[in-house]
């Protein structure tokens, strides 16, 4: 019963898709969205959105409440065992054995799927190397940094050769220099063939490698779409005016600009892009405003982010990464 649409079927198609916890909370209001074979995605939203449980639905570790979730054509209801071998997770949690070692908690997991164990022991070399563990590889896992932790969950994962690797907040509180090697490993197993899903609440992350993203606010999809096209929507630029002295009551109009004050002595401007901030100056100054300092708003994606979800801004947690516990 193999579906004749498989191969052009989407790495992962969800529809209408809604959860209502136990308790109550609708995490998902009806969600829907297709990721391309080979993609790269990201889905981005602020704490509580619904992206864990998308996830989890994804992954079956969550039951749905209603919709349909289909992975490489193959439907979740119908055929969750195929489903789910077609599927790589990395949770948000560290959930191995922290008292095993790195080598056997890969060649276990892969056993677990049917990976015989001379074949598991390959594989777990590969990607124990991929993820720069070989050395730690018969430590005991409680010993690894919590990078290193974070790099065995994506190495587990991979043991059973995924057609989709789904990460939820993979570089959580890692901090920058191992997060940039992180994300050279997740460009090579995409660019090997493997679909990729994450989440992350670092918007540089999603810049720097998804082709795709979705944003999700409350339950809902509030933006998706090709990542350069989301940011070419965006050639507003917002800028903070320090005024010496006070605003006049009436500010002027500059064509192209939006203008605010922000308060007594701090203008708000928006503008084009290409537009020359010195005609913005040069107006201003024959209003007798004179500007003694500016700042830039926020980065794009973060404004894009911000202006979707109002202000539970996900770019606040890149500024200061935390180190991992
Ligand atoms: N097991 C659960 N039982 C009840 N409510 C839950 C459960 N898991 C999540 N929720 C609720 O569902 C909503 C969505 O949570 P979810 O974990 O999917 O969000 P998230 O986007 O992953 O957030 P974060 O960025 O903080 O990880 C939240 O209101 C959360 O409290
Ligand atoms: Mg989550």
């Given at each position: 019963m193999t579906d004749p649409n498989r191969d052009i079927a989407p790495a992962l198609s969800v529809r209408d898709l809604r959860k209502t916890y136990d308790n109550k909370v609708e995490a998902l209001k009806g969600v829907s969205l297709d990721v391309a074979p080979g993609d790269f995605f990201a889905l981005l939203g602020p704490n509580g959105a619904g992206k864990s449980t998308l996830i989890g639905i994804v992954s079956s570790l969550v039951n749905l409440s209603a919709g349909s979730v289909q992975v490489f054509g193959t439907d979740l209801r119908t055929d969750r065992g195929a489903a789910m071998r077609m599927?790589?997770?990395?949770?948000?949690?560290?959930?191995?054995?922290?008292?095993?070692?790195?080598?056997?908690?890969?060649?276990n997991y892969a056993g677990f799927y049917g990976v015989p164990r001379e074949e598991a022991l390959q594989r777990a070399e590969v990607e124990l190397k991929r993820a720069q563990l070989w050395e730690k590889a018969t430590l005991m896992s409680r010993t690894l940094s919590g990078g290193m932790k974070r790099r065995l969950m994506i190495a587990r994962a991979m043991m059973t050769r995924p057609r989709l690797?789904?990460?939820?907040?993979?570089?959580?509180?890692?901090?920058?220099?191992?997060?940039?090697?992180?994300?050279?490993?997740?460009?090579?197993?995409?660019?090997?063939?493997?679909?990729?899903?994450?989440?992350?609440?670092?918007?540089?992350?999603?810049?720097?490698?998804?082709?795709?993203?979705?944003?999700?606010?409350?339950?809902?999809?509030?933006?998706?779409?090709?990542?350069?096209?989301?940011?070419?929507k965006l050639d507003v630029e917002g800028f903070l005016f320090d005024i010496d002295g006070h605003l006049p009551a009436q500010l002027p109009a500059i064509e192209g600009t939006?203008?605010?004050?922000?308060?007594?002595?701090?203008?708000?401007?928006?503008?084009?892009?290409?537009?020359?901030?010195n005609r913005v100056f040069a107006a201003l100054g024959d209003a007798g405003i004179r500007v003694r300092s500016m700042r830039t708003k926020s980065n794009r994606l973060e404004e894009l982010f911000v202006r979707l979800t109002g202000d539970n801004a996900p770019g606040q947690a890149a500024a200061q990464p935390e180190k991992a516990a």
């Amino acid at each position: 019963m193999t579906d004749p649409n498989r191969d052009i079927a989407p790495a992962l198609s969800v529809r209408d898709l809604r959860k209502t916890y136990d308790n109550k909370v609708e995490a998902l209001k009806g969600v829907s969205l297709d990721v391309a074979p080979g993609d790269f995605f990201a889905l981005l939203g602020p704490n509580g959105a619904g992206k864990s449980t998308l996830i989890g639905i994804v992954s079956s570790l969550v039951n749905l409440s209603a919709g349909s979730v289909q992975v490489f054509g193959t439907d979740l209801r119908t055929d969750r065992g195929a489903a789910m071998r077609m599927i790589g997770l990395v949770p948000q949690e560290l959930n191995f054995n922290m008292f095993e070692k790195p080598l056997d908690i890969l060649v276990n997991y892969a056993g677990f799927y049917g990976v015989p164990r001379e074949e598991a022991l390959q594989r777990a070399e590969v990607e124990l190397k991929r993820a720069q563990l070989w050395e730690k590889a018969t430590l005991m896992s409680r010993t690894l940094s919590g990078g290193m932790k974070r790099r065995l969950m994506i190495a587990r994962a991979m043991m059973t050769r995924p057609r989709l690797l789904i990460l939820d907040e993979p570089t959580a509180g890692v901090d920058i220099e191992i997060r940039r090697g992180m994300w050279k490993t997740l460009k090579e197993i995409n660019a090997a063939g493997t679909t990729i899903i994450l989440t992350t609440h670092y918007l540089e992350e999603a810049e720097s490698l998804c082709r795709n993203l979705a944003i999700i606010d409350r339950g809902h999809i509030v933006e998706q779409g090709p990542m350069k096209a989301l940011l070419a929507k965006l050639d507003v630029e917002g800028f903070l005016f320090d005024i010496d002295g006070h605003l006049p009551a009436q500010l002027p109009a500059i064509e192209g600009t939006t203008l605010l004050a922000e308060d007594d002595h701090t203008l708000d401007v928006e503008m084009p892009r290409a537009m020359d901030l010195n005609r913005v100056f040069a107006a201003l100054g024959d209003a007798g405003i004179r500007v003694r300092s500016m700042r830039t708003k926020s980065n794009r994606l973060e404004e894009l982010f911000v202006r979707l979800t109002g202000d539970n801004a996900p770019g606040q947690a890149a500024a200061q990464p935390e180190k991992a516990a």
